[in-house]
């Protein structure tokens, strides 16, 4: 049996986590404000496009992460519009929204196939790159790395400690209250969703310029399901979708890695264990009294 | 349920009338596991029905659903295309096996075509390719590029077919170089670019500096050439996008023939259920252009024991072999037969590792 380097498999860790911790951060703060988007996969994807097409044609990869947001943006916008103002049904716009997603993607995809986008440079941190194992693990990724954990980060102290947070848990927990006090109701909500569009973009495009470096047809193939499933799992808090991640991603990396080391463990096993292991210890954490958010799902209109 | 009676009538009705309108034209459908752009497996047989298609013309209309799962949706996908009109249905994933046949049950006029399954019906064929003949080569390859002696294969489902190609592989890279090690990793995927990338890297981690896939996207081969000095070859479809390196060569599916003689055969009315399996003589099974990152003598053997393939005078699986628990399976000059190589569900000797079940 030949050794897994441990260093090598938590900085693989740190990278297989980060697409699904961009798109459950966004749809995060979009099931916080109390909307209910199942369009993750979709945005995701056209995000995947978005971002490889105009990195290829511009050869930025910097643009092409720009172009992610902004794609997985604009469709989330059509989710918004759809849920907001003509207040239909948040289940079935996002089941269609990530099916149109599906779609559009592989239109767009059309002449992209087999072409290489340019690369993203390591971010150059110096000095602290070189330390013995931690420079590895932590110091020596691309800057998408660092932003999905400063999103982590920000988007924690943003529901915590802000006023900005306060309104949009307000809007999410009852929205008949906050309309009453006199927020915005639709208007925090659009944001909250453009905002999920925008993660959920990012998210599909680092697997498209970063992970796998190419555009395939379907390439995120329910990455943004898990997401989904990452946030209620995590009981819509920012630290346990990042810990929820890390356990996802980490455990189907190590799994691939003791199969390749030749571990006697049934295969069988070690293939469920990514979706077993991230279950298990988040349904324990989340005994205490954690609950979803209490407008969560439900169309709002002023005059009701 | 009187309203599901009603919808299921009212698409009966649909599916009826639909083959009325449709009986000068024949219908052919493809049932496809991955999305047509995939660069490997389903855009291989998508190319098929092109070419069936264009031999046709007016005659014949396709359709196709792509991205269809494995498993009980499958039943659903195929009942809608025979209920469409459907003639002929095509469904090229191991996994529509059952719901092929199940769904064949309840359409007898219609003829359905498996591919790489083992089950037949009165209006079910099977149709399969000797992708293990191109493993072959694949393994020769292998074994002469390896420097660190370690090769790494991405597995999809343990089904005869995958350890078929594993098996192959094995035998012809240990002939080429007896130091050779196989390091498998089973996918439990078709389709899944971001796991077939990170199960590369972990293999490339692992020391292996030649990858083998029987995976469908192209995602291992972009893994490699991020890494730089690992082998890679195409696999199903040519991926010539990564030629000359990573990608040295590689095992290209050629459906459009039978795709062609079987639509023929409905419209004449001469369908009858048949199991094919060919290999690189009649061209079902063809190897992509090596490369001159390969040398050019271990070129020459490879496309020598290819010939050899293609003229019948060479089978891979010939004895003396031994199964992984080394007892004996083909004696020396035994060549094995389909039967067992249909149904095979064991590592030859030397693989590690178990097969999972």
């Known amino acids: 049996m030949g050794a897994i380097d441990p260093t090598l498999l938590l900085a693989a860790i740190m990278v297989a986590a980060t697409p699904i911790l ?14 209910l988007n199942l369009g993750v996969e979709g945005m995701m994807i056209t995000g995947a496009i978005c971002g490889f097409a105009v990195a290829v044609n511009s050869g930025s990869p910097v643009l092409g992460f720009v172009a992610a947001a902004a794609g997985g943006a604009a469709l989330s916008l059509l989710f918004a519009l759809l849920t907001q103002l003509a207040l239909a049904n948040q289940v079935a716009s996002g089941l269609a929204l990530t099916l149109f997603g599906l779609g559009l993607s592989s239109l767009l995809g059309q002449g992209y196939q087999g072409i290489k986008p340019p690369p993203t440079p390591r971010l150059d941190l110096g000095p602290l790159s070189d330390i013995p194992f931690l420079g590895r693990v932590l110091f020596s990724h691309d800057p998408m790395v660092y932003l999905a954990l400063g999103l982590v980060a920000a988007v924690w102290a943003l529901l915590k400690f802000t006023r900005a947070g306060l309104i949009l848990r307000a809007v999410g927990e009852n929205h008949d209250a906050a309309h009453a006090l006199g927020y915005r109701v639709v208007r925090v909500r659009v944001m909250a ?84 292991i991230t279950i298990l210890v988040l349904v324990i954490m989340s005994a205490d009294r954690s609950r979803a958010p209490g407008s969560l799902g439900r169309s709002f209109h002023a005059s009701q | 349920m009187t309203l599901t009676r009603l919808f299921t009538t ?13 009986q000068d034209k024949t219908k052919v459908g493809f049932i496809y596991v991955g999305p047509i752009g995939d660069g490997g497996w389903t855009y291989e047989h998508d190319k098929g029905r092109l070419a069936v298609e264009a031999e046709f013309g007016d005659a014949v209309e396709t359709v196709y659903q792509e991205s269809v799962p494995e498993g009980a949706d499958a039943e659903r996908a195929i009942t809608q295309m025979a209920l469409q009109g459907a003639d002929l249905i095509f469904t090229t994933s191991f996994g529509f096996m ?25 209006n079910v064929s099977t149709y399969s390719a000797r992708f293990y003949e191109g493993r072959a080569v694949q393994g020769h390859i292998a074994g002469k590029m390896t420097k660190s002696n370690i090769i790494g294969y991405i597995a999809s489902y343990p089904i005869p077919e995958v350890i078929r190609g594993i098996n192959s592989a094995y035998i012809h890279a240990k002939k080429a170089n007896p130091d050779v090690e196989f390091k498998i990793i089973w996918a439990y995927t078709w389709f899944d670019p971001a796991k077939e990338a990170d199960a590369a890297q972990a293999l490339i ?21 991020k890494a730089g000095n690992v082998v890679t070859f195409g696999q199903a479809s040519d991926m010539a996008e990564y030629a000359p390196f990573p990608r040295v060569s590689s095992i290209i599916d050629d459906w459009a023939p039978y795709y062609i003689a079987r639509t023929r055969a409905v419209i004449d009315g001469t369908w009858e259920t048949t199991e094919t399996w060919d290999g690189i003589g009649p061209g079902m099974v063809a190897i992509g252009e090596i490369t001159d990152a390969v040398p050019a003598d271990v070129k020459a053997e490879a496309l020598a024991m290819k010939d050899a393939m293609a003229r ?9 072999l031994n199964k992984q628990d080394g007892s004996v399976w083909l004696t020396e000059g035994e060549v094995a037969d389909d039967g067992t190589l249909l149904g095979m569900d064991f590592y030859v000797e030397g693989l590690t590792g178990q097969i999972p079940n």
């Open chain 1, 22 to 35: 961009l798109a459950a951060l966004g749809e995060l703060v979009v099931e916080r404000a109390g909307v």
């Open chain 2, 205 to 225: 981690e692992q020391g292996a500096d030649v990858i083998l896939q029987h995976t469908d996207s192209t995602a291992p081969q972009a893994a490699a050439e």
């Open chain 1, 193 to 276: 969703i453009l905002f999920g569009g925008a993660c959920a973009g990012l998210g599909g495009a680092y697997i498209s310029l970063i992970r796998v470096p190419q555009w395939t047809e379907g390439m995120t193939s329910g990455a943004g399901w898990i997401a989904l499933a990452l946030v209620v799992f995590a009981s819509w808090k920012a630290g346990r979708v990042l810990l929820g991640a890390w356990l996802f991603g980490g455990v189907s990396v190590l799994q691939l890695n003791l199969q390749a080391a030749g571990l006697a463990i049934p295969v069988e096993y070690l293939s469920m264990s990514p979706y077993l």
């Open chain 2, 10 to 22: 009212a698409a009966l009705a649909l599916g009826l009338a639909s083959t009325a309108m449709a």
């Open chain 2, 98 to 122: 059952e719901p092929t046949l199940a769904v064949a049950e309840k359409f007898p006029n219609v003829k359905f075509e498996h591919a790489t399954g083992y089950k037949t019906a009165p």
């Open chain 2, 312 to 320: 019948g005078e060479y089978h891979p699986f010939t004895g003396p």
